[in-house]
């Protein structure tokens, strides 16, 4: 199959490049730069010069020469509705496959660090995240292409981890170089559902083979709330824990990371289990503890 991948020089569509082109797949990836064709080469996999803004044009032409393209980009809100408005016309009545990355952030709760109750499968209904309404049209734009002659899925995973990853636990680990402790928010209670990135692969795979048209399928493994994160991350490095008000997070993450290490995110997968046959493989989140490339990260700079 001839895929092309959007965002193929990012963390889960870099994943996905090389895991689909061990599988016997040729695969294509959207180059921004040179430098990105040149990283996208060294792995064997054939750069597409473009992007989302201004050349997106050369982005569709590719997506309408493949086989099946995969949406696995970061992009702003402007460029990722344009682009998905651009694709679902452009391959409609071509039954090809196009496979859209979201992720649970749509339906995360803002608890303040609180634990939540509430667990979301496919079909479950829930309140968009604000900051995330574009991205659940998005997800709605593709599943109604899927009626209009086009192998459109959407696949929702929960908080991606792996070699390489910038999640909750590097997050943890950055808390002690910017206050001395391992920080979590509030009661650090709240919960977000995890899954290694080397099980999204096999289902961005399972679903190039089986999924079915219109299909949303989760992807999540295992639950670990951040208070643990921290209480793990403080015993790798003999540092005390900390739980901040949101004020308090903002000036260790961001306003935007201190919102992420707030909320809850849980989700069950029980349609890419059903319909797909997956299972994931990598339960344990926290296996990564003690890592060096995380050890560093605890490094306050300069």
């Given at each position: 199959m001839n895929i092309f991948i959007i965002g193929a020089t990012g963390f889960v569509g870099g994943s996905l490049a090389r895991y689909l082109s061990a599988e016997g797949h040729a695969v294509t990836g959207l180059a921004r730069t040179e430098s990105a064709a040149a990283?996208?080469?060294?792995?064997?996999?054939?750069?597409?010069?473009?992007?989302?803004?201004?050349?997106?044009?050369?982005?569709?032409?590719?997506?309408?020469?493949?086989?099946?393209?995969i949406y696995a980009a970061q992009a702003g809100s402007e460029q990722e509705t344009a682009t998905v408005q651009d694709l679902t016309r452009?391959?409609?009545?071509?039954?090809?496959?196009?496979?859209?990355?979201?992720?649970?952030?749509?339906?995360?709760?803002?608890t303040a660090g609180a634990w939540s109750p509430d667990v979301f499968a496919?079909?479950?209904?829930?309140?968009?995240?604000?900051?995330a309404d574009y991205r659940k049209a998005a997800e709605d734009a593709v599943l109604a292409a899927a009626q209009d002659g086009l192998r459109a899925m959407v696949i929702r995973p929960g908080l991606i981890w792996g070699p390489g990853d910038h999640g909750h636990v590097s997050m943890v680990?950055?808390?002690?170089?910017?206050?001395?402790?391992a920080c979590y928010v509030g009661?650090?209670?709240?919960?977000?559902?995890?899954?290694?990135?080397d099980d999204v692969t096999r289902l961005f795979s399972l679903a190039l083979e089986r999924g079915r048209p219109?299909?949303?399928?989760?992807?999540?493994?295992?639950?670990?709330?951040?208070?643990?994160?921290?209480?793990?991350?403080?015993?790798?490095?003999?540092?005390?824990?900390?739980?901040?008000?949101?004020?308090?997070?903002?000036?260790?993450?961001?306003?935007f990371g201190a919102l992420i290490m707030a909320v809850s995110g849980?989700?069950?997968?029980?349609r890419a289990q059903r319909e797909l046959g997956w299972q994931p493989r990598h339960t344990d989140m926290l296996t990564m503890i003690g890592e060096e490339r995380l050890r560093r990260l605890a490094t306050p700079a300069g």
């Open positions: 990283t996208l080469e060294s792995r064997s996999i054939t750069p597409v010069a473009g992007d989302l803004a201004e050349h997106r044009a050369a982005v569709i032409e590719a997506a309408r020469t493949a086989d099946a393209v452009a391959l409609a009545g071509t039954d090809k496959t196009l496979i859209f990355l979201s992720g649970s952030g749509v339906l995360v709760q803002r496919e079909d479950d209904p829930f309140t968009p995240e604000p900051l680990y950055r808390s002690v170089a910017a206050t001395g402790a009661e650090g209670l709240n919960t977000y559902s995890h899954v290694h990135i219109g299909g949303l399928y989760h992807a999540v493994a295992g639950e670990t709330p951040n208070r643990w994160i921290a209480e793990r991350v403080a015993a790798d490095l003999g540092v005390r824990t900390c739980g901040l008000t949101p004020d308090e997070a903002t000036g260790v993450w961001g306003e849980r989700i069950r997968a029980v």
